[in-house]
């Protein structure tokens, strides 16, 4: 099929805006992507056309809003090669794995381990630190190598007998790293341990097929994926989720409700409390029919490229360090440069007009485990140029005369 990045750039609206006089060089998609015009119009056709409540109402405008939001789960299902039965709507990855520790949380005791990486983000420890702290549950974290990659021989030795669950990022947000997931669940999965994912980046930037990875729980966020924000996915195994309780009690989760008992519904209802993110499911089935489209894998190539001509771009910059070099990583480029924080290196790139993301990265332990208080991150995504990365490079350049 090929891929042209520039007729695609003509599909986002806001990336035509300028910063100032310079135009606008986004490489924040790794926080979230910008929208294209199929996602704007089809919430916006919605909204104006047919929206009403889902599920419970007969008249015409609950039918057809209904059937859209059905159709969403239907279209995100076929997109990661899952039937809709196993597709829950959340409000965002971070619900999803709050679901599902919480969910798991119930049959764990005090001294069953959790098996981590110590490049995971906040929301897949954080969960898990609520069970350490309610039931003496036992976190372990698995360490990296020097070059950004999972330690795999040291995450074999934390799989025991105790361990009850794994839970792995797909793609690291900071170092771009793209761990073993297959190899990872066969792992727990001769252990007994329940295999959990995070697909937030990953599911971005190539195929992922849910059956392939042999997890039993994978989770992932629209506004990454140039979906809407408030809207998440969580994919499970039909058997697990039959046997997770329910995450939250309302409406819609229910069978049957009673003065002295209750019954649930079945999954994926069970799990979607209350009035769901309506419009935003229709935004994402709208996002993932327009990335369908598209050729993912001449896009990858071209993100793998972009990433390329930056790192080469930076590798000569004295002081500056990147962080994760993994053979086949994505395109997600992490650094520091010696003597500047990155909040400034982040705010001197915006006066010309280069947008990247500076902090912590909702990864403080990595952060720590880096001997780092922070750094910058420049992540592309399909509507990035080569122009663009030199926009970047000439933008660094300038910034860095500032700290000489």
Known sequence: MGFDPERVRGEFPILSRRIGDRPLVYL???????????????????????????????????????????????????????????IVFTRGATEALNLVAAGLGRDLSEGDEVVLTEMEHHANIVPWHFLREQKGVVLRFAPLLPDGALDMEALEGLISPRTRVVSVVHMSNV????????????????????????????????????????????????????????????????????????????????????????????????????????????????????????????????????????????????????????????????????????????????RYGVAVRAGTHCAEPLMRRLGVSSSVRASFALYNTAQEVDAFLEALDRTRTFFL
Not at 31 to 39: C, F, G, L, N, R
Not at 318 to 337: D, H
């Open 175 to 350: 170092l771009g790293t793209v761990n073993p997931i297959r190899r990872i669940a066969a792992l727990a999965r001769a252990a007994g341990a329940v295999m959990v994912v995070d697909a937030c980046q990953s599911v971005v930037h190539a195929r992922l097929d849910v059956r392939d990875l042999d997890a039993d729980f994978v989770a992932f966020s629209g506004h990454k994926l140039y979906g809407p924000t408030g809207i998440g996915v969580l994919w499970g195994r039909a058997d697990r989720l039959a046997a997770l309780p329910p995450w939250q009690g309302g409406g819609e989760m229910i069978d049957r409700v009673d003065f002295d008992r209750i019954t649930y519904a079945e999954p994926p209802l069970r799990f979607e409390a209350g009035t769901p993110p309506i419009v935003e499911a229709v935004g994402l089935g709208a996002a993932v029919d327009w990335l369908s489209s598209l050729d993912r894998d001449a896009i990858h190539a071209h993100e793998a490229a972009l990433y390329e001509r930056a790192r080469e771009g930076v590798a000569s910059i004295n002081g500056l360090r990147i962080l994760g070099e993994a053979e086949g990583k994505g395109a997600v480029l992490s650094f520091t440069l010696e003597g500047a924080h990155a909040h400034d290196i982040a705010q001197l790139l915006d």
């Open 28 to 86: 924040d998609s790794a926080a979230s992507a910008q929208k294209p015009e199929a996602v704007i119009q089809a919430m916006t056709d919605l909204m104006r056309h047919s929206y009403a409540n889902v599920h419970r109402g007969l008249h015409t405008l609950a039918n057809e809003t209904t059937e859209l939001y059905e159709n969403a789960r239907k279209k995100i299902g076929a997109f990661i090669g899952a039937p809709e039965t196993e």
